[in-house]
């Protein structure tokens, strides 16, 4: 099966910008996911969707970072406008929801290759 | 609230020898999950290894193992018989409640494998 698809890959942009990045997660998949790599950390969670329905939202900085998903398939995560510190790359991620076909509940999330933002 | 803990920023190890990644957890919920991901320098994510909080057996995956020790609440990452290919990031992440389907990463262990 095809995997979770990103793109783009790379952006450089300027502070004050804007910029969108898109994912299309594994078909079939209900729950996506975008996390957010600072250089040296490990992901964090911004938005979290079932379907076309957000389920957590709560490190999303909406000020500035907004995300979508309307028709419950691929999804869009904006930023505008960026600062220096949103420099990172951006992780979609996407699981079958309710699990299916996996022992044990592991449920695995597949990552995309990720987008890589430079604010300059 | 959920908190990974990975103490190791770098480990540098000689091929073929075995590797043991650190992995520290807290949690309040009495049902989880915990994961490895494996992160090469093109930046996509690769699930290894999965155990779960009430899994009997340590869990294995080819040359991956999970060393649990669900009372000191640490579940390391052993890698037998390392190749030059292991080289990469590697992410402890942990899911907690039934149903809520997010992963909490500990903050990643940089391993290098010397021929």
């Known amino acids: 099966e095809a995997g979770v698809a990103q793109s783009p890959r790379y952006k450089i942009i300027e502070k004050r910008q804007s910029v969108a990045f898109w994912c299309n997660p594994i078909?079939?998949?209900?729950?996506l996911y975008w996390y957010q790599q600072i250089l040296g950390q490990g992901p964090k969670l911004l938005i979290q969707?079932?379907?076309?329905?957000?389920?957590?939202d709560s490190q999303l900085p909406k000020d500035r970072f907004s995300a979508e998903r309307l028709k419950g398939v691929d999804s869009t995560l904006k930023i505008q406008p960026a600062k220096l510190e949103d420099s990172a790359v951006y992780l979609c991620?996407?699981?079958?929801?309710?699990?299916?076909?996996?022992?044990?509940?592991?449920?695995?999330?597949?990552f995309g290759a990720g987008s890589r933002l430079t604010v300059l | 609230a959920q908190k990974i803990t990975q103490t190791q920023p770098g480990m540098f190890v000689q091929e073929k020898e075995a590797v043991t990644l650190d992995c520290t957890y807290d949690?309040?919920?009495?049902?989880?999950?915990l994961f490895w991901y494996k992160q090469p320098s093109s930046g996509e994510m690769i699930f290894l290894i999965y155990?779960?909080?009430?899994?009997?057996q340590n869990a294995t995956e080819g040359r991956y193992s999970l060393n649990f020790q669900k009372a000191r609440k640490s579940a390391n990452l052993v890698i037998s018989a390392s190749q030059l290919g292991d080289s990469a990031m590697y992410f402890c992440?942990?899911?907690?409640?039934?149903?809520?389907?997010?992963?909490?990463f500990g903050q990643g262990t940089r391993l290098t494998i010397n021929p």
């Open positions: 991620a996407s699981i079958e929801y309710p699990p299916t076909g996996l022992s044990s509940g592991a449920n695995v999330l597949t």
């Open positions: 078909s079939g998949h209900a729950t």
């Open positions: 969707f079932q379907n076309n329905g957000v389920v957590d």
């Open positions: 949690t309040s919920d009495q049902s989880y999950g």
């Open positions: 155990q779960g909080s009430y899994d009997e």
């Open positions: 992440a942990m899911r907690g409640r039934q149903g809520a389907q997010k992963l909490v």
